[in-house]
Each structure stands twice: as C-alpha cells, then as structure tokens.
C-alpha cells in the first residue's frame, strides 16, 4: 500500500504501527498519506496514531535538505 501511494509524485506515504512511527513519519518525512497495516494494528490504537499523525509537524531542517531531492 505504502510502495503503490508513493509511486505518485506528490504522495509521500508512511507506514505507521504506533504512536511513535506516526509522529516520527510526519517529522523527518513530511507524509501526506497515513497507511496502517491491518494485521498489525488493533482497533483501539487507530485513533491514536491517527491523532498522533495529524498533529505532528515537519521538522524540516536536515530533513528538507533529503526530500528535496524527490
């Protein structure tokens, strides 16, 4: 799912388990598109990483220095 929504140019999409891949997608990769795995992710923490994707922010930095080259 993640490999077919990054093949579009303006998609950069992250495959999150938890909390803590979804924020760190949003800071170092500035995603735009949330893929959670059906066999790993239970129902009780799909609100969370999605709260937690959401409301993480770009760090940019060293980072924006990578995506530029996409």
């Known amino acids: 799912m993640r490999m077919v929504a990054?093949?579009?140019?303006?998609n950069r999409?992250?495959?999150?388990?938890d909390v803590e891949t979804a924020q760190l997608t949003r800071q170092h990769n500035?995603?735009?598109v949330?893929?959670?795995?059906?066999?790993?992710?239970?129902?009780?923490?799909?609100e969370p990483i999605e709260q937690a994707?959401?409301?993480?922010d770009f760090e940019?930095?060293?980072?924006?220095?990578?995506?530029k080259k996409f």
Do not use: E, F, M, Q
């Not at 990054?6 to 303006?10: D, E, I, Q, S």
């Not at 949330?34 to 799909?46: E, F, P, Q, Y």
């Open 13 to 17: 999409a992250g495959l999150c388990k």
């Open 53 to 56: 994707y959401i409301s993480t």
């Open 30 to 32: 500035n995603a735009n």
């Open 6 to 10: 990054n093949r579009r140019p303006k």
């Open 60 to 67: 940019g930095g060293r980072h924006k220095k990578r995506l």
């Open 34 to 46: 949330l893929c959670l795995g059906a066999r790993v992710t239970d129902k009780d923490s799909i």
